[in-house]
């Protein structure tokens, strides 16, 4: 990591941010970024509580004369989400994220940055570091396993919290105030395949759609953005009959809340069809570049030879896979009536897994209306039974209903136009944030959500903006001051 990086502005937020770059800290492998945070904090000379799931609640004292304030709480998630670009060789568990400076933004070489919400725990622990804030009574609630479920939000209890106030720092355009989000459910389709020996004499190729920009599955699922899975079924729907395509594998994505960038098909065929099939896949590369356009213009298919698998997914099973994949919703399904230019509710087919004779599929549907959330599910579990697949939905989640007119909303609203002469935006958010679940353990707390200007997260391309960091924190230590 380039030492030149430590002299950032604020160096504060930007020393603990690094350090945390260095620590392996995906979804259900955060103990140790735990552990810094924890030994930190009590380094600083804070009370420290850690529950059983593995959150870290830290309490720093008010500034001398301002301990009769209502309290303030500040929350950021640990975990980060682990993707990388199938040619960049890292292991998550164990490599440090390789972060730089390009201009006024930080990226990371080939994997997610961590930002999401590396920056958010940086900011918390600047503050806990910052002797000159004049603030009343802080609470830092760090949350563990947020990118794969809110794991750690639905397994904080209520009663623990003192604050009037709650500041969540997991969003990402820097002047706009979120006030609600949506929530989700989780759905796992599964299927035991039948296996039969290959047709003998044909060759074995690796069908690969790549290039694509893939994102955030709330933030991006408005962008028009591809889905190589359901390209990859597409391709397969077209081209298994035309070339008498034998599949043996299919894989594609890697989390549920992130668009699939990358889907890969293992398939036989005849020696004679190789080069129709490179030239059929050839012209379909500029058919589809043609549909998605500007959107997600670097979609590139492909085949690589591989060696000849011992078994091949029997043609009932591959019609059944490919059917559901490329019937199964995937995008925007309904835009809110109320709010301009916010998704009311979608669904990403996230993953899909063949392995040890057995399919997996796994999709997140999100809603601002539990009603239509549930629908969706209904919709997948139908069109799974209709493929002979087993459909369970698990880790479902509330959403966060807006509260436009409270003090703190009026408060920062005010304080940001002061600052920096423009207004603050006010919105609800279609991804899914932790205050829905903690908020309805603390109905009486008033809760927001901000952070900084970041793009493309839960990508290889995820980046932050340092001229925004900078914003956020002046802002951040402003309004703590202010409450």
């Not at 802080?138 to 990118?147: A, F, G, Y």
């Not at 969003?171 to 299927?191: H, K, N, P, Q, Y």
């Not at 039969?196 to 069908?207: N, T």
């Not at 099939?277 to 998605?292: G, P």
Request: aromatic share 6%; glycine share 10%; net charge negative.
């Amino acid at each position: 990591m380039e030492d030149t990086l430590y002299n950032i502005e604020p160096r504060v937020l930007w020393k603990h941010f690094l350090e945390l770059s260095k620590i392996p800290r995906g979804s259900g492998n955060e103990a140790a970024a735990g552990r810094y945070v924890e030994e930190t904090a009590r380094a600083m000379g804070h009370a420290v509580i850690r529950d059983t799931a593995g959150n870290l609640l830290i309490r720093k004292n008010a500034a001398p004369g301002l301990g009769n304030r209502p309290g303030v709480v500040i929350q950021a998630h640990v975990d980060m989400v682990c993707e990388k670009n199938e040619e960049t060789i890292h292991d998550f568990h164990k490599d440090p994220i390789k972060v730089y400076r390009d201009a006024d933004l930080i990226r990371a070489r080939g994997t997610t940055l961590g930002a999401d919400n590396g920056i958010g725990v940086a900011a918390a622990l600047a503050l806990l570091e910052s002797e000159g804030i004049k603030h009343g009574p802080l609470e830092i609630l760090i949350t563990v396993d947020e990118e794969t479920g809110l794991t750690g939000a639905n397994a904080f209890k209520g009663g623990i919290l003192r604050g009037k106030y709650f500041l969540n720092l997991d969003s990402e355009d820097e002047g706009v105030l979120t006030i609600g989000c949506a929530g989700g459910i989780d759905t796992s389709v599964t299927r035991t395949l039948n296996l039969e020996d290959p047709v003998p004499g044909k060759i074995a190729w690796r069908m690969k759609v790549h290039g694509l920009k893939g994102g955030h599955s709330g933030i991006d699922i408005n962008r028009g953005r591809g889905n190589s899975i359901q390209l990859l079924a597409w391709i397969l729907h077209r081209f298994i009959p035309r070339f008498e395509l034998e599949l043996a594998a299919m894989d594609g994505g890697n989390k549920r809340n992130a668009i699939p960038r990358e889907a890969f098909a293992v398939v036989q065929v005849d020696p004679d069809q190789e080069e129709a099939l490179r030239s059929a896949l050839s012209d379909l590369q500029c058919e589809l570049r043609k549909e998605l356009g500007a959107f997600d213009p670097g979609l590139a298919l492909s085949l690589e030879p591989v060696a000849a698998p011992a078994k091949v997914i029997s043609a009932a099973d591959t019609n059944a896979l490919v059917g559901f994949l490329l019937t199964a919703p995937h995008g925007v399904i309904s835009m809110s009536p109320d709010i301009e230019e916010l998704v009311q509710t979608s669904t990403n087919l996230g993953v899909v897994e063949t392995s040890d004779g057995k399919v997996e599929v796994t999709l997140l549907s999100r809603s601002s209306l539990d009603s239509s959330k549930m629908a969706v599910a209904d919709r997948i579990a139908t069109l799974a039974s209709f493929a002979g697949m087993v459909c369970v939905h698990s880790g479902g989640y509330p959403g966060w209903n807006p509260e436009p007119g409270t003090f703190l909303v009026e408060t920062m609203t005010r304080l940001y136009e002061r600052m920096y002469g423009r207004p603050m935006a006010v919105k609800a958010l279609h991804a899914g944030l932790e205050c829905g679940i903690i908020g309805e353990r603390y109905p009486q707390m008033e809760m927001v959500s901000i952070g900084p200007d970041m793009r493309d997260v839960h990508t290889p391309e995820e980046y932050v903006s340092i001229p925004s960091v900078a914003r956020f924190w002046e802002f951040l230590k402003a309004v703590v001051e202010t409450l």
